[in-house]
């Protein structure tokens, strides 16, 4: 898989319900369950909805 870097949509939040911070991520991948697997670095992930990802220039992404 290609790595991809990918933003969030304002006021986004985990799986867990807390907020996540409005930076660039790489996009890991799509799980299973649904969600977008994103990481800033190794020890900093998370599970979001896919729909709430934009693409690195701010332009909504499509997620194949």
């Known amino acids: 898989m ?3 870097t990918v933003k969030v949509k ?3 939040r985990n799986h867990k319900g807390f907020f996540v911070q409005e930076t660039a991520y790489e996009l ?3 799980e299973q ?3 977008a697997l994103i990481c800033v670095d190794e020890a ?3 599970y979001v909805d896919p729909d709430d990802l934009r693409g690195g220039d701010g332009e909504p992404t ?3």
């Open 44 to 46: 900093s992930c998370h």
């Open 62 to 64: 499509e997620i194949i």
């Open 28 to 30: 890991v991948g799509i």
């Open 33 to 35: 369950s649904g969600w």
């Open 10 to 12: 304002p006021e986004t």
């Open 2 to 4: 290609i790595a991809r």
